[in-house]
């Protein structure tokens, strides 16, 4: 089974353009739905973001005051699965045991932007295939591209491969799931991405088990603040 994000001729003509400005607008698309979550703004009124999808193109745009600290204030993404945080679900291939995640990412997008931003894949993990936030196991999340967002996560550093990539690693117990960031030493905005060597590094560092699902495979821009816009041009799982 495949799902997939692209820009095709044959099928733009029927499309008319979309966007939603919503703090937690979700915006269903073939094959997954993006999601304009913001959920770290506190009591910032002056902002503006929105996600949209047309005929030219799929993505996200914001415009985050300059002076308002490095924490990360929003995550606008693209979804795939169900997730445990809101209402998003799209396509059938997720959730998935862990033991039965054999799947590829395909993705090509790229970012225009000033300001404190990164592009990061995230994962879900979860002891059900109907997730709410209780049933998250553990977080995997991959900087895929960053200018300037300092990591907040605490726990251990070390250099992993994975998958034929180098990554700085960090292992994060403090929250109530586990996480594992993974820092690409050779950021990219296009290829592929195997998901069974990904797995199979969170189930031998003891943060999941096989029997867990894989709700979501997402990715999005984190922003403290700054003004952009990111495209997606594909952003499939088979």
């Avoid at 296009?190 to 590094?201: H, K, Q, V």
């Amino acid at each position: 089974m495949r799902t997939r994000i692209a820009v095709l001729a044959a099928i733009a003509l029927c499309l008319a353009f979309t966007e939603r400005t919503e703090d937690d607008a979700l915006l269903p698309i073939p094959g997954a739905v993006l999601s304009n979550n913001i959920f770290g703004k506190g009591n910032i009124t002056a902002y503006h973001q929105r996600i949209f999808h047309d005929e030219h193109a799929t993505g996200w745009e914001w415009d985050w005051p300059e002076n308002t600290g490095p924490a990360v204030k929003t995550y606008p993404e693209v979804i795939i699965g169900r997730s445990p945080w809101s209402a998003a679900s799209a396509a059938e291939i997720l959730p998935r045991h862990l033991a039965d995640v054999h799947h590829t990412i395909e993705f090509d997008f790229d970012t225009t932007a000033t300001g404190l931003w990164l592009n990061s894949f995230d994962f879900w993990i979860t002891r059900a295939d109907h997730p709410t936030q209780k049933d998250i196991v553990a977080n995997l999340t991959i900087w895929a591209q960053n200018h300037g967002v300092e990591p907040s996560y605490k726990g251990r550093h070390e250099t992993l491969e994975i998958g034929g990539r180098v990554y700085e690693a960090i292992f994060d117990t403090t929250k109530a799931w586990k996480t594992l960031c993974l820092i690409d030493k050779e950021p990219r905005t296009r290829g592929s991405l195997e998901l069974r060597p990904l797995i199979d590094a969170l189930i031998a560092h003891g943060l999941a088990q096989s029997t867990d699902y894989l709700a979501t495979a997402e990715m999005g821009t984190e922003v403290p603040s700054g003004k952009g816009r990111t495209t997606v041009r594909v952003f499939s799982l088979r």
